[in-house]
């Protein structure tokens, strides 16, 4: 127990661990939803610092995924490159606005492949740059050393396969 937990919840942990596990799980879970949308916060910022107001952070963060890579909107979600429901609106807003190129595959004429266009890339350079920036500072200033990142990766890690395996099995 640490000093920040009501005895309440000390309580409950020690009389039934599965009740400490649902606990830790929930949080756990908040915690991811909570960083995606504070990444995004802070995409933003960098933007709005920059006095960039012709794209928002869902996509700036898009074409960072994307990068240097040629692929197709399903692989942009397959690849965990987009999180939200509404990729083809962002893409023909992107296509729109001139930060991407797109056209139909050679192979499947139904599919259109698409990758950044100079516009694009400058866009994800920022993106990198803000990266690069936390990079030199995360240690000292954030706290969060490699170790510690090590060790979060490989539980976010099994945490999807978990939710993998539980979407393929049924569980």
């Not at 139909?104 to 920036?133: H, M, P, W």
Request: no cysteine; charged share 30%; aromatic share 8%.
């Amino acid at each position: 127990m640490t000093s920040r937990q009501p005895a309440a919840h000390a309580e409950t942990e020690n009389n039934d661990p599965r009740e400490h596990i649902r606990s830790l799980y929930l949080e756990s879970l908040q915690l991811v939803e909570r960083l995606h949308r504070r990444l995004l916060d802070v995409i933003k910022d960098e933007f709005d610092r920059n006095g960039r107001s012709d794209i928002n952070a869902i996509q700036a963060l898009l074409l960072f995924n994307i990068g240097n890579s040629e692929l197709t909107a399903g692989e942009l979600r397959t690849r965990g490159y987009y999180l939200g429901s509404n990729v083809s609106y962002n893409l023909k807003k992107l296509v729109e606005l001139g930060f991407i190129n797109h056209q139909r595959s050679r192979v499947d004429r139904r599919s259109v492949r698409i990758s950044l266009t100079d516009k694009g890339q400058d866009v994800a350079e920022v993106v990198a740059r803000l990266y690069d920036r936390h990079i030199g500072s995360i240690e000292q200033v954030g706290g969060i050393n490699s170790d510690e990142f090590q060790q979060m990766n490989r539980s976010l890690q099994r945490l999807d396969r978990f939710w993998n395996d539980t979407i393929a099995y049924r569980m």
